[in-house]
């Protein structure tokens, strides 16, 4: 989808007030949709929001989440500080499988399944090329539905900083942001730029330049 955008906030305007998880609702802050950039060809996906995008509403804010800014920045996608609030995107988008965080504990499988249409509307709407499933969970989930492989063959200490063709889509898995090294981060970064950007990943899809 090649659209105009108002807003890196939300841009799809998906309910801001849902309440499909009843265990959610009365200890979260707010619901963190997806931000960014809705003709990006990066899609970055976590698990579920930090406390900081808790706090702020934005995917991948916060101390805990500068890492990943400091990634886009690295790679040309953001233009705003790793401590932004409300990142300057181009090229990428970031949400969740889950929208809406629990302090004491990840989410259920039910929780992921409940959140799972929110999800794919961004994935359809936004028509990335790249994903990037960040952690373990997160490869397993869009394994099932993104490649061809089973979602226990897949670990992503193994698959870190590699491409995976998929189906409709290339995955470049990442480790969770706090088992990160900086030589992991580094690597992640090199093979983006040496491997991803240097060749045309467009034409896993066909997609017409913009």
């Known amino acids: 989808m090649d659209a105009e955008q108002d ?3 939300n841009p799809f305007n998906m309910d801001p007030d849902c309440t499909n998880c009843p265990g959610l609702c009365d200890v979260r802050e707010n619901v963190a949709h997806g931000y960014g950039d809705v003709g990006a060809e990066f899609l970055f996906i976590g698990e579920r929001p930090s406390e900081g995008a808790d706090r702020n509403g934005i995917p991948f804010t916060g101390e805990s989440d500068e890492r990943l ?11 705003s500080p790793a401590d932004s609030d409300r990142p300057d995107l181009q090229n990428a988008f970031l949400t ?3 929208r809406c965080r629990h302090p004491d504990r990840r989410p259920t499988d ?10 794919n509307a961004e994935v359809r709407m936004i028509n990335p090329e790249i994903l990037v499933p960040i952690g ?3 490869l397993e989930e869009l394994a099932i539905d993104y490649t061809t492989r089973a979602p226990d063959s897949f670990d992503v200490e193994a698959e870190h900083a590699t491409t995976i063709r998929g189906r409709g889509f290339e995955l470049v898995p990442m480790l969770s942001l706090d088992e990160q090294t900086d030589e992991d981060t580094d690597e992640f970064v090199d093979h983006v730029l040496e491997s991803v950007f240097s060749r045309d990943y467009r034409q896993t899809k066909g997609r017409r330049g913009r």
């Open 7 to 9: 807003t890196f906030e």
């Open 110 to 119: 039910e929780e992921v399944l409940t959140c799972e249409p929110y999800l």
């Open 69 to 79: 800014q400091r990634i886009l920045g690295d790679l040309g996608f953001s233009r």
């Open 96 to 98: 969740y499988l889950t």
């Open 136 to 138: 373990q969970r997160t």
